[in-house]
């Protein structure tokens, strides 16, 4: 055993140790079962998933860093943790109708899938610049080749291209700020490094190192200007990976957002406040407006989701506990709804229609009442209109803004969900308002229906009793690093 | 009765729940049980008048129970004399606007009954509330049931106008809930608890800064609700694209979450910049009014001229209400409900020919009065009621705010009258082209009088007219508390002044609206002076200093 390094650690890290057996496992199953019952792997990953769930249990009240540093097991980790595995139980129960659409083996799917869950929960826990490098890289080569799965569809394969290419640049940039913070450092523990970098606000190569993580981390959150990539590979990708990309990646890339200035750089709150402000409201506002023009429903949920990040900076920029809280809630909240919509995509993907265009929606209401309802709450919830989640989530969001006195930003963000409303609203209108439809009815599988049902039913209970999910985030964001930390950006 | 606003809250939602489960193609059944429901919830709601006691000064049937404790919101319901009188509003108009769509709804009626009874709960929510962000709830769930209704069975135009409607009400809302998050953490700052709860708020004392702000987001708010000119071009479209039922709910009760808000939130939270924003208040209202007034004079559409005496009638009831006087408010008030009645009423008419003729051209029409004769009278009632004769509603009305205007200032009386006339002249003319006359359209020739059912719904309206009209003792009474409480946060001066210079008490609405018809003992109850002298012009009830 390598010295520093003693049993109780391996202890602390059972969940990613399950969740590595278990992707192990699949991939064995993989080879042993015959073809045609290859199906049966989405419920041995979804079993994998729950037994990793259960073995989160024993750390729900934990606290302690693994490993001399390299990873916290705290709450703020736990319910993020929490939040990966369900989203990714919820990819899984989205896949089975749809690879079997699309005609695709679903052998490495699943284990990538899971490859993709480990990563964000290295990154969630990484209190060091490895760690949590490590698990960005796992999560991302793992979405690299899930984004081009469908070999024989163009539009998928560009969208693995778009995304290795930009995604490889991204994370240079990324390393490049890293090791500027290293090097002015001489440590790659977060929590040290803070320390470490009091009193040297106005050191140019530290501000430059910020300018550089942002950009990195930026690229990962899709935040404009670096959200080029977002559409096009929202678009071009599998529509569960998608959804899966669009959550549980945004969700980890915040969470090491979180960490990386929260607990590394809390010194230098001044600096990454304003460009974060700035990132902001060039993201809610871009994405916004390029969304209204959108036919394309993946393409316009990219967008949507784009201005998402938007609103979810506002925590960042609040700085104060109660901003964490918010997007954590808002980050919940979230992946209900996000991947309740591209849900309701994939349940219009048959045989005959490819179904991610508008006018594919047309008359929705008529042929599937079930499902339109479902899109009807998920659309009022990403705009924000109670009694759905959404509304709980942005109140926070505006609440935090407006606690640190970011006043204009909050303007800028209300503002900005009465234009996202529009866009959400068109959908709505096809939905219940227009009769023409195409091709077959749409019909709802077992999974499907249990997808679309969770989703609805956290989307509305959320809104209308979130008590219990702002407690939890409220914890875990007090749980956060050095405790004076985010009480001294006030 | 500890659960006695719940159970009215909730009995129509219940109802949509319960339709949820009937199969779509039984029609009679879905309406049978909508307007059952509907009923119901009128008649439960009933007891309220009763049950509720005008002397107490504090809010009644208060239920309070933790919603979100880590964020202070609670499930807080509570009514007062302004709230009870809008809630039995809600709970009548809404039974008569669900039995007015018997024979005007055939396609896809499940929804449509599911979404008129969920905007229900939601209107009686915000009437209900005295938690700010649960008030803030109700308020926009509201709008989805509406854009629903308008959106799906309105006219040629609906898609549209229920666009607009959605767009403009919700950005005065959200812009409303920043302005309710600043004032939540600024309570905090102060009282150190994280609370949503009203009544704590009107305790408040907050600085002026603070205040200005806050009005104008609170403002932006209720303003496009009211809708307050410039805010109100939303208006004439939905008005005029939506179905009978949401137009009458729409003005009926929709359109006084706007003034509810105003008297609710923004006068006694407010109090300082209230006063301060008198005169851009008073200048949108007087605008509103004759502007209100002028276009509809011009319409060639029935609905779209009703539409527009909507925004002239509310524009008066927002210019009596910032009077700032006892007066003023209490007739603003009554307004309110006068407008519900007659406004309500008068989209019901025009719903009632559109059934049958299927267009609202004015000159399509002339000289129904021959064919239909009941209707002719009905529609007589409600005009009469609309243009403040004596004997109606509208008069008690509009004499209060009149004499509350005036009071305050001789020159928005005179603008105020002539909003007066010029409803007049609208809506004789529009009785005129369309009752009068010989029959000159063939079409016209052969239309069928009311039947029973329609009858049903025009009758508690009458009644209504006619009684507050005849008697509106016992409204006033209910609201005497409520204006008090408002004006004593809003303008305590007012209150003191006559305690300190006259030796008569400040007139009751009540006194003043029984001394209507004694010039003499009108006179003498007039507000006085700082000198005691019976009130020549502007001093007593005027607005006291402004920044």
Not at chain 1, 136 to 143: D, G, I, K
Not at chain 2, 35 to 43: D, L, Q
Not at chain 2, 172 to 200: C, E, P, Q, R
Not at chain 2, 267 to 273: H, K, R, T, V
């Amino acid at each position: 055993m390598p010295p520093g390094i003693s049993l109780s650690d391996f202890y602390y890290i059972t969940p990613e140790l399950v969740l590595t057996g278990g992707a192990l496992l699949l991939l064995i199953a993989d080879v042993l079962l015959p073809r045609a019952q290859r199906a049966a792997l989405a419920w041995v990953t979804l079993l994998v998933l729950g037994v990793t769930a259960l073995s989160l249990i024993p750390f729900a009240s934990t606290r302690v860093e693994v490993a001399h540093g390299l990873l916290a097991v705290d709450q703020f980790a736990l319910f993020f943790k929490v939040l990966f595995l369900g989203a990714a139980a919820i990819t899984v129960l989205m896949s089975i109708p749809y690879l079997q659409v699309e005609g695709a083996s679903p052998g490495e799917y699943y284990f990538l899938i899971l490859c993709a869950t480990l990563g964000m929960m290295v990154m969630a826990g990484g209190i060091d610049l490895i760690t949590i490098f490590i698990g960005l890289e796992t999560m991302a080569v793992s979405f690299y080749i899930l984004a081009g799965f469908i070999k024989p569809s163009q539009r998928s394969n560009e969208a693995a291209v778009k995304y290795f290419l930009l995604g490889a640049f991204s994370l240079g940039i990324l390393l490049y700020g890293m090791s500027l913070m290293y090097g002015l450092s001489g440590t790659t523990n977060l929590r040290v490094m803070a320390a470490s970098f009091a009193g040297q606000e106005h050191d140019p190569r530290l501000v430059l190192a910020v300018i550089l993580v942002v950009a990195g981390v930026g690229f990962k959150i899709a935040a404009v200007p670096f959200h080029m990539w977002a559409p096009d590979v929202y678009e071009g990708a599998p529509t569960p990976v998608t959804a899966f990309l669009s959550v549980g990646s945004k969700a980890a890339s915040f969470a090491m957002l979180i960490r990386i200035f929260v607990e590394g750089m809390p010194t230098m709150g001044e600096d990454w406040r304003l460009l974060f402000w700035v990132l902001s409201v060039a993201t809610m506002t871009a994405g916004n407006i390029a969304a209204v023009t959108q036919s394309n429903i993946k393409r316009m949920l990219a967008y949507s989701s784009i201005a998402h990040a938007g609103y979810l900076l506002m925590g960042v920029v609040a700085g104060t506990s109660r901003g964490i809280t918010a997007m954590l809630v808002y980050l919940f909240i979230y992946s209900f709804m996000q991947l309740g919509a591209f849900g309701v995509v994939v349940l219009l993907r048959r045989a005959d229609v490819v179904g991610d265009e508008l006018k594919d929606f047309s008359g929705l209401s008529f042929r599937n009442p079930f499902a339109a309802f479902a899109m009807l709450v998920f659309m009022l919830s990403l705009g924000g209109i109670p009694p759905t989640a959404g509304f709980m989530g942005k109140l926070w969001l505006f609440g935090a803004a407006i606690d640190s006195h970011c006043y204009w930003l909050a303007v800028i963000g209300v503002l900005n969900s009465v234009v996202s409303l529009y866009y959400y609203v068109r959908i709505v209108v096809f939905m219940y308002l227009k009769k023409e439809t195409v091709g077959s009815t749409p019909r709802l599988t077992p999974a499907l229906g249990l997808v679309l049902g969770v989703a609805v039913l956290g989307t509305i209970f959320l809104g209308v009793y979130p008590r219990l999910l702002f407690e939890l985030a409220d914890a875990s964001a007090k749980t956060l690093g050095v405790a004076g930390v985010t009480a001294a950006l006030r | 009765m500890d659960h006695y606003l719940s159970l009215i809250l909730f009995t129509p939602l219940a109802g949509a729940l319960l339709l949820l489960l009937v199969n779509k193609e039984n029609e009679n059944a879905i309406k049978w049980i909508a307007n059952t429901v509907a009923f119901i919830g009128f008649v439960i709601s009933v007891p309220l008048w009763f049950w509720f006691n005008p002397q107490q000064a504090d809010f009644q049937f208060v239920e309070r129970a933790p919603w979100i404790p880590s964020i202070g919101a609670e499930y807080f319901l509570g009514v007062d004399g302004l709230s009870t009188l809008l809630i039995l509003l809600t709970t009548m108009m809404g039974f008569i606007a669900i039995l007015s769509s018997w024979n005007a709804i055939h396609e896809r009626t499940k929804e449509y009954y599911i979404f008129l009874l969920v905007l229900q709960t939601g209107m009686l929510g915000a009437f209900m509330s005295l938690d700010f962000l649960l008030f803030f709830l109700f308020w926009e769930v509201m709008l989805v049931p509406m854009y629903f209704l308008i959106g799906i069975w309105g006219s040629a135009n609906r898609l549209y106008s229920a666009i607009k409607f959605f767009l403009y009400t919700l950005v005065g809302g959200v812009i409303m809930l920043l302005g309710i998050l600043a004032l939540y953490f600024y309570a905090h700052s102060v009282t150190g608890v994280y609370s949503f709860d009203l009544t704590m708020f009107h305790k408040l004392n907050i600085p002026y800064d603070l205040q200005w702000w806050l009005f104008l987001a609170f403002f932006l708010g209720f303003a496009v609700k009211v809708p307050m000119f410039p805010f109100h071009t939303w208006l004439p479209d939905a008005h005029t694209d939506a179905p009978t039922a949401g137009s009458v709910i729409l003005a009926a009760v929709m359109l006084k979450m706007g003034t509810y808000g105003f008297l609710r939130f923004s006068l006694p939270i407010l109090p300082e910049a209230s006063r301060h924003f008198v005169p851009m208040m008073v200048l949108l209202s007087i605008i509103g009014i004759v502007y209100g007034a002028l276009v509809a004079l011009a319409q060639k559409d029935w609905k779209r001229l009703v539409a527009y005496s909507s925004v002239s009638h509310m524009a008066m009831v927002m210019l009596g209400m910032f009077a700032l006087n006892p007066v003023g408010i209490t007739g603003s008030i009554i307004q309110q409900l006068n407008h519900g009645i007659s406004t309500g009423g008068l989209f019901l008419l025009v719903g009632v020919v559109y059934e049958r003729r299927h267009t609202r051209e004015i000159s399509e029409y002339g000289g129904l009065s021959k064919v239909m004769p009941v209707y002719a009278a009905i529609f007589l009632v409600m005009t009469m009621s609309s243009i403040g004769l004596p004997t109606l509603n509208g008069f008690i009305g509009e004499i209060l705010i009149l004499q509350g205007v005036f009071v305050a200032n001789k020159m928005w009386a005179f603008f105020a009258g002539s909003g007066v006339v010029l409803g007049a002249a609208y809506m004789l003319y529009l009785y005129q082209r369309t009752m009068f006359g010989k029959i000159e359209n063939p079409k016209n020739e052969r239309l069928l009088d009311l039947s029973h059912r329609e009858f049903a719904t025009f009758a508690p309206l009458l009644i209504l007219a006619v009684w507050m009209g005849l008697y509106p003792a016992p409204f006033l009474r209910r609201l005497e508390m409520s204006v008090r409480h408002i004006v004593g946060r809003v303008n305590p001066q007012y209150e003191a002044k006559y305690a300190a210079d006259c030796d008569t008490k400040p007139p009751t609405a009540e006194a003043i609206a029984a001394s209507n018809n004694a010039a003499a003992k009108f006179l003498s109850l007039m507000p006085c002076d700082v000198n005691g002298n019976p009130l020549p012009a502007t001093a007593a009830g005027q607005t006291p200093e402004r920044r």
